[in-house]
C-alpha cells in the first residue's frame, strides 16, 4: 500500500510558499463582498476572478506534484504521461487566462450608467 502523506506535505509545503500571493487574492475577494453594494458587476467579476485564480493555483500545485508519482506507481507509458501533463498545464494557463480576463474586465470594463445621469 502506498502512502501519500509526502506528497501532500510537499504539496502544502510549496503552498506555504506562495502565501503572500493567497493572502492578496483572500485580500481582493474581501473589498469585493464588501464593494458589492457600490459596484455589483464589478464586484462579481472580481470575486470570481480570484476564486477562478486561486482554485487553479491550488489545483495544479497538487497535480504537479502527485501525477508523475501516481502514474509511476501504476506502470503508466511515458509518452502517456507526458502527454496528459501538458494537455493539463494547457488546461491550467486556460484557466488563469479565463481569471485574469474576468478581473480586467472588471477594471477596465466600461461602467453601466445610472438612471439618474441617463435621464437628466
Known amino acids: 500500500m502506498t502512502s501519500y502523506g509526502p506528497l501532500f506535505r510537499n504539496a502544502f509545503s510549496q503552498l506555504l510558499t506562495t502565501l503572500p500571493l493567497m493572502i492578496a487574492w483572500l485580500v481582493g475577494i474581501i473589498l469585493a463582498i464588501v464593494g458589492w453594494k457600490k459596484h455589483p458587476r464589478n464586484s462579481l467579476l472580481t470575486l470570481i476572478a480570484l476564486v477562478v485564480l486561486g482554485f487553479i493555483h491550488i489545483l495544479a500545485v497538487f497535480f504537479n506534484n502527485s501525477f508523475y508519482y501516481i502514474a509511476s506507481m501504476n506502470g503508466m507509458d511515458y509518452t ?26 472588471a477594471l477596465f470594463g466600461k461602467p453601466k450608467k445610472k438612471v439618474e445621469e441617463i435621464e437628466a
Request: aromatic letters at 8%; zero cysteines.
Open 80 to 105: 502517456l504521461v507526458r502527454t496528459i501533463q501538458i494537455v493539463v498545464q494547457v488546461l491550467f494557463s486556460l484557466g488563469d487566462a479565463a481569471g485574469w480576463v474576468l478581473l480586467l474586465i
